[in-house]
């Protein structure tokens, strides 16, 4: 089994309704035990998740179009039943996944996460989900293996944006076998404990909280294990200004605009822009990753 990584709430942190995290039992009473360790710098109010709203209604999910209302009008349009996920390349089972049958192998946990998006916003979203490093051991990673690469679905006929090439489809990412391993690194199956929605990346999505948006590939239908850094789609596309690390950093600036301070969706008119934190606020834990590295490099 995977290291697992200390959750720090519990279910009655959690419940399915709006005022999901109660702010005194956080600053009186959570604060002190784990909090801290999950926030990071940030201050506990800082992770007050956005609403169902909020997080359903505002998305990226190019298959469906590149507005951001896009996905939220046309991702019902996905069929997600029945769904397996394949698993090839450097592992010693590799095969078919049944998703069904992996979540009744999983342990599913409800975390927090800060989610910043490439282009300047962010969220606080409660995810539901399993870490990655899980599956990774049920699949047997051979030796050998370096890297991780995630495909997205691609079905033109359920996935109206994939007529336009505005990427080279199907959506790919990558991970470096240690970045995917890290306790933090979820493969997520819901929100605020419902099934995850389409537009978010139904059945399961990646998500990588210390990395910008566009690495959490969602709606997967496929993992390879490999020696090579795996070729992704937004580095692919413009390579100049999407590395594959991708790697929350308020001290480099994308080269079209500042990376700086980021805007966190909701609270309307009056939304205060807010400092990025290095590595997303998760700096503590996944500074290790990249000791050595000139982060302005390696992008
Ligand atoms: N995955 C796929 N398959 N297609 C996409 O267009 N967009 C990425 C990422 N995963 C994207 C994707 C980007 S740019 C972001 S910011 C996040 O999904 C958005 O996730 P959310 O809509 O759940 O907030």
């Known amino acids: ?14 419940t399915p309704e ?17 909090i801290a360790s999950f926030a990071g710098k940030a201050s506990a109010e800082e992770l007050e998740p956005n609403n169902w709203d909020e997080i359903t209604g505002y998305n990226n999910f190019y298959e469906f179009g590149t507005g951001k209302e896009d996905p939220a009008a046309r991702a019902h ?19 078919e996944y049944d998703l069904q049958d992996i979540m009744s192998k999983m342990t599913i946990e409800k975390r927090i996460y800060r989610f910043r998006c490439v282009e300047a916003w962010s969220m606080v979203i409660p995810w539901n989900g399993f870490e990655l490093a ?7 990673v051979q030796e050998g293996a370096k890297y991780v690469a995630f495909e997205t679905l691609y079905r033109p006929e359920e996935m109206p944006g994939t007529r336009y090439p505005v990427l080279d489809w199907p959506y790919r990412e990558g991970l470096r076998l240690d970045e995917a391993r890290h306790p933090l690194t979820l493969m997520a199956t819901g929100i605020y404990d419902k099934p995850i929605p389409n537009q978010n990346g139904a059945p399961i999505r990646l998500v990588v909280p210390w990395k910008y948006g566009f690495k959490s590939i969602k709606s997967i239908v496929r993992i390879s294990l490999t020696s090579e850094e795996p070729p992704t789609s937004w580095n692919m ?15 480099v600036d994308h080269p079209r605009w500042s990376q700086a301070t980021e805007r966190r969706i909701g609270g309307g008119l ?27 490099k390696f992008i």
């Open 18 to 34: 709006f005022a999901f995290l109660n702010r005194r039992q956080v600053i009186g009473g959570l604060a002190g035990v784990g």
């Open 77 to 95: 349009l996905m069929t997600t039943k029945p769904w397996s996920v394949k698993i090839d390349g450097m592992v010693n089972n590799p095969g």
């Open 270 to 296: 009056f939304a205060r822009r807010q400092p990025t934190l290095m590595f997303n606020g998760y700096e503590e834990e996944v500074a290790p990753l990249y000791e050595g590295m000139d982060l302005s």
């Open 134 to 140: 899980d599956l990774l051991d049920l699949a047997g």
């Open 237 to 251: 596309s413009i390579p100049n200004e999407y590395g594959f690390y991708s790697n929350v950093n308020p001290n």
């Open 1 to 14: 089994m995977a290291q697992r990584w200390k959750n720090d709430l519990t279910d009655t942190d959690v």
